[in-house]
């Protein structure tokens, strides 16, 4: 499975594609600094400073209808990735 990170002036210069093999228990957010992307993270993962918001462009679907709304999220509180996704940084 992948996430193909869209570029970003600021955080990802060129884009990215970032790939692992199975259910990802961690937070997006988290996933992205392991991976070297330096996305915004004020309030240390807790939701409260919406620093590292990210635009789903494709494999909304796949969530609960619920969860993501005009499909933006906070990358700290998307947690169980299981599919392949594209994001943009905001």
């Given at each position: 499975?992948?996430?193909?990170?869209?570029?970003?002036?600021?955080?990802?210069?060129?884009?990215?594609?970032?790939?692992?093999?199975?259910?990802?228990?961690?937070?997006?957010?988290?996933?992205?600094?392991?991976?070297?992307?330096?996305?915004?993270?004020?309030?240390?993962?807790?939701?409260?400073?919406?620093?590292?918001?990210?635009?789903?462009?494709?494999?909304?679907?796949?969530?609960?209808?619920?969860?993501?709304?005009?499909?933006?999220?906070?990358?700290?509180?998307?947690?169980?990735?299981?599919?392949?996704i594209?994001?943009?940084?905001?």
């Amino acid at each position: 499975m992948k996430i193909i990170i869209l570029p970003h002036k600021k955080f990802c210069r060129y884009g990215k594609i970032l790939k692992f093999n199975k259910l990802y228990k961690k937070n997006l957010c988290d996933f992205l600094l392991n991976n070297n992307i330096n996305i915004n993270n004020n309030c240390g993962g807790f939701g409260r400073c919406v620093s590292c918001s990210v635009f789903i462009n494709e494999g909304f679907s796949f969530f609960e209808i619920n969860y993501l709304k005009l499909n933006y999220t906070l990358s700290c509180q998307f947690y169980d990735l299981n599919c392949n996704i594209i994001i943009s940084i905001l």
